[in-house]
């Protein structure tokens, strides 16, 4: 059984640029979280989804958006992006309102 | 709004010996309080969930507990060995939202 997968494992982009990191959530996993970590901080929540539908949103600015699929993979969207935005993003699946989530291995992006 | 901070920062110990992790919050609306493990550049792996009505949770050599009343978690790890060297992060869930607030982690190392 798969756990969540990430992609890209890594990513270079420069200021300005746009960026779409994707994820698919655990076998039978129909929610999916999404977090930025910056180096030596913890997870920060960006936004939830579920159902095809943003459930909740942290305090991130409208330049980070993201999709659901009918298939509950996901994709985190970054535009205009900031060297600020350089960042370990990590996504979370889980089944409804499970308190228990798993985690991917992230995606590196580094912004120049 | 919830905050949650984890000291030490850093800790670092002898092969065998028995340690504490320390996590405090601030809202002690607190739905429940995971801790999670996670190696360099990686993804985060969850090592226990106690829901608010409990007090502590045991895994292995791992023993979590969770006192809402003072705003405080430890995580207690007996026998330490050097595959125990990781960042151990603390995330709490407050009722009625479906985001985990994270402290920035305790880096340990366990020495050989």
Redesign the interface.
Known sequence: DAG?TQSPTHLIKTRGQQVTLRCSPKSGHDTV?W?QQAL??????IF?YYEEEE??R?NFPDRFSGHQFPNYSSELNVNALLLGDSA?Y?C?SSLG?S????????T?LTVL | KQE?TQIPAALSVPEGENLVLNCSFTDSAIY?L?W?RQDP??????LL?I?SSQREQTSGRLNASLDKSSGRSTLYIAASQPGDSATY?C?G?DTG?????????TRLQVQP
């Open positions: 969540v979280s977090y030596g901080q913890g997870p920060q929540f939830q459930r909740q942290g370990l990590l979370a309102s308190d228990t989530q798993y985690f991917g291995p992230g590196r | 949650v429940n995971q999670f550049g990686k993804g985060l792996t969850s969930l829901q992060l995330a869930r939202r479906r985001a985990l607030t994270f402290g920035s982690g």
